[in-house]
């Protein structure tokens, strides 16, 4: 894929917006309380792989996995492992669209795999990642980066979906949030391929640029050092799994460093308690630089 100018993709965004579906939930009546600090605009962001809903005791639970969302009272949260019409494990429910509804949140959905219904006219069977946000979302697009299906009895690396990008608008300013979930394989082949495909693809983006998601290695995994040039790891001092007695940290939120009004200051970030999933979440508050002040 060729790179193009950000000037270019927003149009290209806001129609893939609607190829997509990207679905909208009544905002939440507040956003943060969090005071900003000069011109800078806070942020909480979240990442969490959500494990299709189950909890470390491996049961499907969608009511404890709100209540743990909901206690992170982010404004943009990067979710993976979501199921859509997958399968009896998460009982065949739209698992991103739930949880918008239920936070009052605004959500678009990024399917690494879309298969066939079971029966004519059922809805597809889709897996993938998703971002919930309290901002509007003004753009979505579901890029390919090297993969090494899941499906397929013999596979080998291609390109294929599940990288997902927004555009959500906070006051104003906007802020292009990715979400990924890279490749889980001891061997970093396929995610030394995958790092390269997203700094190629966020290196088409301007301005302050987020990105969310379970990488499947720790920060000082030699296939990870190439993303540390441009961005900055927003780093908890914690593990995220396994979510009982957690022993590394595979999940990370990371910030642009800095360019053209792109610049992110990271103000704290946390790992809460909790075994809602077999991860635990990650969370930060961030100060966005470029945006006007209260």
């Known amino acids: 894929m060729s790179l193009r100018r950000r ?9 893939a917006a609607s190829l997509l579906g990207v679905l909208v939930a009544p905002p939440a009546a507040a956003t943060t309380a969090r005071p900003p600090s000069g011109g800078d605009l806070p942020l909480r962001v979240a990442t969490y792989n959500i494990h299709a809903g189950a909890g470390v005791d491996g049961v499907f639970d969608l009511d404890r996995q709100t209540a743990e969302l909901q206690s ?5 949260i990067g979710l993976q492992e979501v199921d859509r019409h997958w ?4 009982e065949w429910r739209d698992l991103a669209g739930e949880l918008a509804r239920r936070l009052r949140m605004h959500v678009s959905f990024a399917p690494i795999y879309s298969l066939d219904p079971d029966r004519p006219g059922g809805p597809r069977a889709e897996y993938g990642v998703a971002v919930l946000s309290r901002h509007r979302i003004v753009g979505a697009e579901n890029h390919e980066i090297t993969r090494l299906s899941t499906q397929d009895p013999n596979p080998v690396p291609a390109p294929a979906p599940g990288f997902g990008e927004v555009v959500v608008r906070v006051r104003g300013l906007p802020v292009h949030v990715y979400v990924t979930h890279l490749d889980y394989r001891p061997d970093p082949a396929v995610r030394v391929a995958q790092v390269a495909d997203t700094r190629r693809i966020m ?7 987020i990105l969310l998601g379970d990488f499947n290695a720790e920060p000082g995994a030699p296939e990870l050092a190439p993303l540390w040039r441009e961005l900055a790891d927003a780093d908890p001092g914690a593990p995220t799994f396994p979510a009982q007695d957690p022993v590394k940290r ?3 939120v990371a910030v642009s460093k800095g360019g053209p009004g792109g610049g992110i200051t990271v103000r704290k970030a946390w790992v ?3 075994v809602a999933s077999d991860h635990r979440p990650v969370v930060a508050d961030l100060l966005v630089r470029g945006g006007k002040g209260r």
Do not use: C
């Open 7 to 15: 000037t270019s993709r927003i149009p290209q965004l806001l129609f």
């Open 72 to 76: 992170l009272d982010a404004d943009v």
């Open 203 to 209: 290196a088409e983006d301007r301005g302050p640029r």
């Open 87 to 90: 399968g009896d494990r998460s």
């Open 250 to 252: 595979i999940d990370f």
């Open 272 to 274: 809460p308690e909790t």
